[in-house]
């Protein structure tokens, strides 16, 4: 990709997110995790170059081979997508934070595997906000007994929560599920100590600016950056 063209589309995603705060009257910061999800490495390269320094993967198989090329420490790792219980141990290694901690259960093996590392894993709790039977994540009415069992777990530091909004064109179904996360993110914290709260992964790149305006302060943007993903 042309350095150039990058760095105007990074400068255009960061005014979006810089107008839906005003617009929200918010402020502190917003992290821009830039999705090279099916990119090669030389993606992540020039995201670095472009000023980025936080990228998301999908897969842990795909987050290994880059970090092998790219290196642990050139930027913050995070892993967006859904993760496996087999998988729980490479995940501690390789992810700054993990976005998709989806069930009591990959909780469990998280947790374990960071005893075994002496570790700490950081950690977001993704909840199904929108109620679609094709996502994952914890039900909203089952998310705060959920929570804390998990943040009772050694080895483990839920930082907040993570959400997807339907794919559609609807802007009042897609506030409403980010809404409704944000309401459930403060509503655990209140209730859960453990529970840190501060963070919230929410919006993608059609959607964005609609989750910094409901409180996100991840966003999760990669075909606005890079275009089109590869099969």
């Keep these: 990709m042309n350095?150039?063209?990058?760095?105007?589309?990074?400068?255009?995603?960061?005014?979006g997110i810089e107008?839906?705060?005003?617009?929200?009257?918010?402020t502190g910061d917003v992290t821009l995790v830039a999705v090279t999800k099916t990119h090669?490495?030389?993606?992540?390269?020039?995201?670095i170059a472009a000023g980025l320094a936080d990228v998301g993967e999908?897969?842990?198989?795909e987050m290994e081979d880059k970090v092998a090329a790219v290196g642990r420490k050139a930027v913050r790792w995070h892993l967006i997508g859904h993760l496996q219980r087999n998988k729980a141990g490479k995940a501690v290694e390789l992810a700054d934070l993990v976005h998709s901690l989806d069930s009591?259960?990959?909780?469990?093996?998280?947790?374990?595997?960071?005893?075994?590392?002496?570790?700490?894993?950081?950690?977001?709790?993704?909840?199904?906000?929108?109620?679609?039977?094709?996502k994952f994540g914890l039900a909203a009415d089952e998310a705060v007994d959920a929570i804390g069992w998990m943040a009772?777990?050694?080895?483990?530091?839920l930082l907040g929560m993570m959400t997807m909004a339907p794919f559609t064109d609807d802007q009042a179904v897609i506030r409403r599920t980010f809404a409704a996360a944000r309401r459930l993110c403060e509503d655990t914290a209140r209730q859960v100590p453990a529970f840190n709260g501060s963070q919230l992964s929410m919006?993608?790149?059609?959607?964005?600016?609609?989750?910094?305006?409901?409180?996100?302060?991840?966003?999760?943007v990669g075909s606005t950056l890079f275009g089109e993903r590869g099969r």
């Excluded at 090669?40 to 995201?47: H, M, T």
């Excluded at 999908?58 to 198989?61: A, K, P, S």
């Excluded at 700490?120 to 709790?125: C, F, Q, R, S």
């Design 3 to 15: 350095a150039e063209m990058l760095a105007a589309r990074v400068a255009e995603v960061r005014e």
């Design 19 to 26: 107008r839906a705060m005003q617009r929200a009257g918010r």
């Design 40 to 47: 090669p490495p030389e993606i992540v390269q020039a995201a």
């Design 58 to 61: 999908n897969r842990v198989q």
């Design 104 to 134: 009591l259960r990959l909780a469990e093996a998280l947790s374990k595997e960071a005893e075994r590392a002496g570790t700490t894993v950081d950690a977001l709790v993704q909840v199904n906000t929108s109620g679609e039977e094709s």
């Design 152 to 157: 009772e777990l050694p080895g483990l530091r």
């Design 203 to 220: 919006g993608m790149s059609n959607d964005y600016e609609i989750a910094v305006e409901e409180g996100s302060t991840l966003v999760r």
